[in-house]
């Protein structure tokens, strides 16, 4: 009764977790990752499962079975190829913006790296962390973006404002639409790293999307 207790509680949550990302229309790869080990043991649950009551001439619960995995792979299947739809129409489709916010990081990363010593370290307040992965450019911290981060409670901004006041950034990424008025997040940090580029920084680049402030002195 515990092993057939454990098996219906994986079941659902495979269901469930596979219909909300299915429901969301967030295509974010780290989504399905979370899928694939539910998938795969509920899969070969239901297999060794299938095969014990063959091998007790069990039709009645057999049949049973086969209509619960039945439906539990129509519910799999139909959402798992509504996501792969997602996928692929996101990668086949063009993105102005996406491609013009790339352009816009790479230059930032060219201003930076053509200003910086190389001991030089660099925080993105925002939501972005892709210059971190397109340049060599060092993080000032473990916290490579502070939203949502920095915003989840004030014992992990405590955190981040220490690490800031005791090795702060050299660079700092500003991105503008994260830290705009549209954008619903924690006020109180927001002002926080505000007054911080304020007062301790100068901006050297300006973009639509982003600015790049260096510190004085």
């Not at 792979?73 to 916010?101: F, G, H, R, T, Y």
């Not at 992965?133 to 473990?142: E, G, I, N, Q, T």
């Not at 220490?162 to 500003?174: L, N």
């Amino acid at each position: 009764k515990k092993n057939k207790l454990i098996y219906i509680l994986l079941l659902c949550s495979t269901v469930v977790t596979v219909m909300l990302i299915s429901l969301s229309h967030t295509v974010y790869t780290h989504y399905y990752m979370v899928l694939v080990p539910l998938i795969v043991v509920t899969i070969s649950i239901i297999f060794a499962r299938f095969r014990a009551l063959v091998s007790q001439n069990n039709i009645s619960k057999l049949m049973s079975d086969l209509i619960v995995f039945a439906v539990t792979l129509c519910v799999i299947s139909n959402s798992s190829v509504s996501m792969l739809a997602q996928i692929i129409k996101k990668n086949a489709m063009d993105d102005p913006d996406s491609e013009k916010q790339t352009v816009e990081v790479q230059t930032i990363i060219d201003v930076i790296e053509n200003d910086a010593d190389e001991d030089d370290t660099v925080q993105v307040l925002g939501n972005d962390c892709l210059i971190f992965l397109l340049s060599d450019l060092k993080p000032a911290s473990k916290f490579i973006y502070d939203i949502p981060v920095a915003v989840m409670s004030d014992e992990v901004h405590q955190l981040f404002a220490e690490e800031w006041e005791k090795s702060p950034p050299s660079y700092v990424v500003y991105d503008k639409y994260h830290y705009s008025e549209d954008y619903e997040s924690d006020t109180t940090h927001k002002k926080w790293a505000v007054a911080k580029l304020e007062s301790d920084y100068e901006i050297i680049h300006e973009a639509e999307n982003y600015s790049v402030y260096r510190r004085i002195g």
